[in-house]
């Protein structure tokens, strides 16, 4: 009981609170979690350096000499929970306990040697309640499959297409979690219906919050690597930002980077040894966490409207207020260049921000050019 009132007053000091029985883990304005998946402890300051904030998912679970080497980083950690973990209520970089992954997949039956259906969604919130019976100041996370924005992905099996098993008004998966996310990586897929179409980011990240009745934190995650010998190839570190952004722009709480590499042998921090895409990573979330407040903030929708000179590509945005300035921040949803006019209700010049460049506001409008999914980020001043 000691350890539980402890680890209560340290994560309610650290930025969280329980509002309405649904954990939001970003009351603090100044963090947005950055995180990557299932990496060693030992390369925890080699993530930090390169913007990372959090790790989720450690092999063979948390133990004291992971624990040291994340604490050395100041790094945060979502892992699953056991004896160890729940001796240490009072650290302040646990910032949460997972599921095990992908409960809505088919499940190996390794005696058998054979796929089965997808995990009961009963077993999800039972073993969610337990969880928060054993800390109860933590939030609990769960990462489903690409099912949730590819609904018909085979991969499910028995389960597939059956949405209705997700929803927390139907008691599904996202009932027995504080934090929901997914993984989809487009650049990689292999199915025709994906492939390629980075907009698959942003269905997911729509469909996790229409099926928790927008009431929980959603995050996604990114692919930064040819994943495995199937795959077509390695995404741009162009396509890299859009996705991130897609993600953003529609609503996401968090995002994270799949690191790992299967072409030829298994590389679980392929990541950290891709230069070009490494130094793109750390920019895309040296930028994120610059903004972090403003992310954070609510959005602004009725401030600004945009059009495109095509229907077929439209562009995508979110706008906010925070201090005296107004942010758009936009992103084209599909391949192809195309022109977005803006309406935005006040404002005399446009700051496109990390670009160095300026656009005046004329009777209310600005233009601006977009390359394929491309990416732009407005300030608006009076």
């Known amino acids: 009981m000691k350890n ?41 300051s080699a993530y930090k350096e390169n913007g990372i904030n959090m790790f989720i998912s450690i092999h063979g679970g948390l133990n004291q000499e992971k624990l040291d080497h994340l604490k050395k980083a100041e790094m945060k950690v979502i892992a699953a929970q056991n004896d160890f973990g729940l001796t240490k209520l009072d650290e302040p970089l646990i910032y949460g306990w997972m599921h095990g992954d992908g409960p809505d997949n088919a499940q190996r039956n390794t005696s058998e040697n054979k796929w089965g259906p997808c995990r009961d969604p009963a077993v999800i919130i039972s073993d969610y309640k337990q969880m928060r019976k054993n800390d109860p100041s933590r939030p609990v996370y769960l990462n489903v499959g690409r099912g949730v924005a590819y609904t018909n992905w085979v991969g499910r099996g028995a389960c597939r297409g059956k949405v209705d098993m997700y929803k927390v008004s139907n008691n599904g998966y996202l009932k027995g979690c504080d934090i929901a996310s997914f993984d989809i990586y487009p650049v990689n897929a292999t199915e025709a219906d994906v492939g390629g179409k980075l907009w698959y980011v942003a269905k997911g990240i729509d469909n996790l919050q229409k099926w928790s009745d927008f009431k929980k934190p959603t995050w996604c995650w990114i692919e930064t690597t040819r994943i495995s010998n199937k795959a077509r190839r390695k995404p741009t570190t162009a396509e890299v930002k859009s996705e991130v952004w897609m993600a953003l722009i529609h609503g996401a709480k968090g995002i994270g980077y799949f690191c790992h590499s299967f072409v030829g042998r298994t590389d679980d921090a392929a990541l950290l040894r891709d230069t070009e895409m490494l130094t793109a990573v750390k920019a895309i979330n040296e930028q994120v966490a610059s903004l972090a407040s403003i992310l954070n903030s609510p959005d602004i929708k009725e ?33 192809g260049k195309t022109t977005a006019t803006f309406d935005v209700k006040s404002g005399r010049i446009v700051d496109v921000m990390g670009e160095n460049r300026t656009i005046k506001i004329k009777r209310g409008k600005f233009s601006d050019e977009f390359a394929s999914y491309g990416v732009h980020l407005y300030m608006i001043r009076k």
């Open 303 to 335: 401030y600004a409207t945009v059009k495109t000179g095509s229907d077929a590509i439209p562009v995508d945005i979110m706008t906010k207020k925070y201090a005296k300035a107004h942010y758009i921040f936009a992103v084209a949803m599909r391949d």
């Open 4 to 44: 539980g009132l402890v680890a209560l007053c340290a994560w309610m000091a650290g930025g969280f609170l329980l509002a309405q029985d649904v954990r939001n883990p970003n009351v603090d304005a100044n963090f947005f979690p950055i995180a990557v998946w299932a990496q060693n402890p030992l390369n925890a």
